[in-house]
C-alpha cells in the first residue's frame, strides 16, 4: 500500500456546512468507506490549507475515490500528493523508513568531517 497526503482548502459551501457542523470533517471521514484505502490521520493547519489528511491507499484509483468522495460530502476542495519515503531518492540501497523501528535521527556521536564551523 502506498501512502499520500490530501491537502484541503475549504470552499465557500464547505465553510457554510462546516459554520452548520463543527464537526463536519470528522463525521463525513468516520463513515466513508473506501474499498482499498483509509485515513490514518486528519489534522487542521494554518496556512494556504485548512486540512491535511494522511491516507493509505492500494493504487491511485482508490485514493483518487476518497479525494472525490471526501470533496463530495465536506466541500473540500482536495490536492493529493502521493508521499515517497525520502530513503528511496538516494542510491536506491536505503531501507523503507516506515519499516524502521525507531524514527531516524543523528547518532550522538555523529561529527561531520567537513561542515559549517569547521574553518
Do not use: W
Not at 459551501?13 to 485515513?39: S, W
Amino acid at each position: 500500500m502506498s501512502l499520500y497526503f490530501l491537502l484541503g482548502s475549504l470552499t465557500h459551501d464547505g465553510q457554510r456546512m462546516l459554520h452548520g457542523n463543527p464537526n463536519l470533517i470528522v463525521d463525513r471521514t468516520r463513515d466513508l468507506k473506501i474499498a482499498g484505502a483509509e485515513i490514518l490521520g486528519q489534522y487542521a493547519v494554518l496556512g494556504r490549507y485548512d486540512f491535511v489528511m494522511l491516507v493509505e491507499a492500494d493504487d491511485n484509483d482508490a485514493v483518487a475515490r476518497v479525494s472525490l468522495e471526501l470533496g463530495m460530502l465536506t466541500g473540500l476542495h482536495l490536492e493529493t500528493l502521493p508521499a515517497i519515503p525520502i530513503g528511496f531518492m538516494g542510491d536506491g540501497n536505503s531501507r523503507d523508513p516506515a519499516d524502521q523501528a525507531e524514527s531516524v535521527g543523528r547518532t550522538p556521536d555523529y561529527t561531520p568531517e567537513h561542515g559549517p564551523g569547521d574553518e
